[in-house]
C-alpha cells in the first residue's frame, strides 16, 4: 500500500478523474475493480486516496507523537504545578469526545489539510499524553535519572537522552495503534463530508460517494472499505512484529 501511494502516478492505470466507462461498471480490463458513481476507474480512485489518506494520517499521527511525548514527559519529569497544569488540561479536552470536537471545529474553519491534520494531531496527542506521562513517571526514578540529575542535567537532557530510549519500546507499538486510529478517524470525517473535500478524495470519501450504489446491489463502497480494514490489520501485525523483535533484541543483551 506504501508502495502504491508513493508511485501512483506510475501504478494507477488512469488519474483520479478520468471517466472510463459508465457509472458503477462491474469489473473489466478497462476497471479492474470496476467503475464508482461517475464512471471512474475504481481501481485508480482507491491508489491515489492511499495517497493523501497516509499523506494526512501520517502527519497527524506525527504532530501527536510530537505534542503528547513532549508534554507528557515534561510533566513526569518537573511534577508539580507543571504536572498539575497539563494533566488536568489534557483530561479536560479528553473529556469532550473527539468526533463531536473535531465536527465543531472543522464547521468553522476552513476544509483543508492543514486544518485536518491540526485538529486530528491535536485530538490524538491526549492520548500519546497519558501514555508518555505514564511511561516517564516510573523512569523519572530510576537510579540513571536520578543519577543525571545529580549532575546537573537540566530537563531537556532528562527527557530526551534519558527517558525516551527507555520508552521507545511501547511508544513504538502505540505509534502503530495512533497511526489506524487517525485513517480510521479522517475516514470518518471524509464520510461525513467535513474531511478531505473534491475533487480531491481519501478513503473515507470514496465509501461516501458510492454508498447508494449498495441500493442497487453494486459493491463500489466495499472496495475503499477493505483497504481501510486491510491496512489497520497490516499496522497492527507489523508494530506488534516490531515490539516483540525490539524486546528479545533487549531481553538478549540483558541476560548477556
Known amino acids: 500500500m506504501v508502495i502504491a501511494a508513493v508511485f501512483a502516478p506510475l501504478i494507477a492505470p488512469h488519474s483520479a478523474s478520468e471517466p472510463v466507462g459508465d457509472l458503477w461498471m462491474p469489473a473489466s480490463p478497462e476497471a479492474l475493480l470496476g467503475t464508482d458513481n461517475i464512471g471512474r476507474d475504481l481501481l485508480s480512485r482507491v491508489i491515489w486516496g492511499a495517497r493523501i489518506t497516509f499523506a494526512i494520517a501520517g502527519a497527524a499521527t506525527i504532530l501527536a507523537f510530537a505534542l503528547g511525548m513532549t508534554l507528557g514527559f515534561l510533566a513526569a519529569v518537573r511534577g508539580g504545578a507543571v504536572d498539575l497544569v497539563l494533566s488536568r488540561g489534557n483530561d479536560l479536552l479528553m473529556a469532550v469526545p473527539t468526533l ?17 491534520i491540526a485538529v486530528m494531531g491535536v485530538l490524538d496527542s491526549t492520548r500519546v499524553f497519558r501514555i508518555a506521562r505514564s511511561l516517564a513517571a516510573d523512569l523519572a526514578v530510576s537510579d540513571f535519572v536520578e543519577v543525571a540529575r545529580m549532575r546537573g542535567e537540566g530537563w531537556g537532557w532528562i527527557v530526551f537522552r534519558e527517558i525516551l530510549p527507555n520508552a521507545a519500546t511501547p511508544l513504538l507499538a ?8 487517525a485513517v480510521l478517524f479522517l475516514s470518518t470525517l471524509s464520510f461525513l463530508g467535513l474531511g478531505v473535500q473534491p475533487p480531491a478524495t481519501d478513503w473515507g470519501g470514496l465509501v461516501r460517494e458510492n454508498t447508494d450504489g449498495l441500493v442497487f446491489g453494486v459493491n463500489a463502497a466495499l472496495v475503499p472499505g477493505a483497504a481501510i480494514a486491510i491496512l489497520a490489520i497490516s499496522v497492527n501485525l507489523v508494530a506488534d512484529w516490531v515490539m516483540t523483535r525490539t524486546s528479545s533484541l533487549r531481553g538478549g543483551r540483558g541476560d548477556a
Open 100 to 116: 463531536i470536537f473535531a465536527l465543531v471545529v472543522l464547521s468553522v474553519l476552513p476544509k483543508n489539510a492543514i486544518v485536518l
Open 174 to 181: 502505540e505509534l502503530g495503534l495512533r497511526f489506524t486510529f
